[in-house]
């Protein structure tokens, strides 16, 4: 067990704070811009049933980034390992997450991994439903299952606002239609993609869902497998290669556990066995990780010797 009482975790919260004003909250996806760069909270689950938490609890983000890991785990689930890692690979890349040289450069053409946005859209485009509707209630359904909550929703202002301006990310696409890694309509998959990442929720969902990937897919407060082992596994592995981008390597030096962030300031993380976390905290570091989210994590995983390696 890890930070028994709310005490300690409010006294990291208050420690991490500090380090909100060297961060700045996304501006590219409009209606993020409106987070308060200093808002800071974090929830951690433990195998019991118990959940620890510091800071604003209620507040909700949209999972952005995050959702690419539970979207995986789902595409994994409808269409297997085969078919899905056909068309993505499973190599970091190096680059920002939105960064397209290497799709051009790959051969054959294929994103490197899933957690990019080029492989996050090649893993939309595999959930399977007869409508764009019945594949976004497919996940919503699955995402509210993993965290035990079936009020979670998405936030409509902040996916209009991305479908709005997506025009990096549907030129990805475009690239990936010609090549024929995608082959529905690009329109159509930007939305079901940008409702995808407006899903949201506090961070105590989040560390209920990182809590059911720390325990390769089993739900302790129910007993039931939600996700397959070796799927919750290879969702696992990417994080900790690939989870947080062009810092990854760091991460698994400085905390060494498996995490997926978002440019909403969420970070998912799932330590092996033991416990689920959920950081939101809007203020970014120049790769798009939270500032303040990075440094709780550092804090915890050296305090209580966190790391896998
Ligand atoms: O596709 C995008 O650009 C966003 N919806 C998600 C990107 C993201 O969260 C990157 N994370 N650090």
Same mark, same amino acid.
């Not at 993020?32 to 800071?55: E, F, M, N, Q, R």
């Not at 929703?153 to 991305?162: F, K, L, P, T």
């Not at 039931?224 to 070796?230: A, D, E, K, S």
């Given at each position: 067990m890890i930070c028994r009482s709310s005490e300690e975790l409010n006294q990291l919260v208050l420690?991490?704070?500090?380090?909100?004003?060297?961060?700045?909250?996304?501006?590219?996806?409009?209606? @993020?811009? #409106?987070?308060?760069?200093?808002?800071? $909270?974090?929830?951690?689950?433990?195998?019991? +049933?118990?959940?620890? =938490?510091? +800071?604003?609890?209620?507040?909700?983000?949209?999972?952005?980034?995050? =959702?690419?890991?539970?979207?995986?785990?789902?595409?994994? /689930?409808?269409? +297997?390992?085969?078919?899905v890692f056909c068309k993505i690979g499973y190599e970091p890349t190096?680059?920002?997450?939105? =960064?397209?040289? #290497?799709?051009?450069? =790959? #051969?054959?053409?294929?994103?490197l991994n899933p957690m990019i946005n080029a492989g996050a859209l090649v893993v939309t485009h595999m959930i399977k439903g007869h409508s764009v509707h019945e594949r976004f209630?497919?996940?919503?359904?699955?995402?509210? #299952? @993993?965290?035990?909550?079936?009020?979670? $929703?998405?936030?409509?202002?902040?996916?209009?606002?991305?479908f709005e301006t997506a025009h990096l990310n549907r030129s990805l696409c475009y690239f990936m239609k010609q090549h024929g890694i995608i082959n529905?309509?690009?329109?159509?998959?930007?939305?079901?993609?940008?409702?995808?990442?407006?899903?949201? /929720?506090?961070?105590?969902?989040?560390?209920?869902? +990182?809590?059911?990937?720390?325990?390769?897919?089993?739900?302790?407060?129910?007993?039931?497998?939600?996700?397959?082992?070796?799927?919750?596994?290879?969702?696992?592995t990417l994080m900790v290669t690939c989870g947080m981008y062009n810092a990854s390597g760091e991460f698994a030096v400085r905390v060494g556990i498996p995490a997926k962030s978002g440019v909403s300031g969420g970070i998912m993380g799932a330590v092996p066995n033991r416990f689920g976390i959920g950081i939101f905290g809007a203020a970014l570091d120049e790769k798009g990780n939270s500032i303040a989210g990075l440094k709780i994590l550092e804090m915890l995983s050296k305090r209580y010797d966190l790391s896998m390696f």
């Open positions: 420690e991490a704070k500090d380090c909100t004003k060297f961060g700045k909250v996304a501006d590219y996806i409009p209606a @993020l811009k #409106k987070a308060d760069p200093d808002d800071l $909270s974090v929830a951690i689950y433990h195998t019991d +049933g118990t959940c620890l =938490s510091a +800071g604003d609890v209620q507040l909700k983000i949209t999972l952005q980034s995050i =959702s690419k890991v539970l979207a995986l785990a789902l595409a994994l /689930m409808d269409c +297997g390992e085969d078919e190096g680059d920002p997450f939105n =960064s397209i040289v #290497k799709l051009e450069i =790959s #051969k054959p053409s294929k994103p209630e497919r996940l919503l359904q699955f995402v509210r #299952k @993993l965290a035990g909550n079936p009020s979670i $929703s998405h936030c409509e202002e902040v996916a209009v606002s991305e529905e309509d690009v329109d159509n998959l930007i939305y079901l993609y940008t409702k995808q990442c407006a899903i949201e /929720m506090n961070c105590l969902d989040l560390a209920k869902i +990182g809590l059911v990937l720390a325990l390769d897919g089993i739900d302790p407060l129910t007993n039931n497998r939600l996700i397959p082992t070796h799927i919750a596994r290879i969702c696992k």
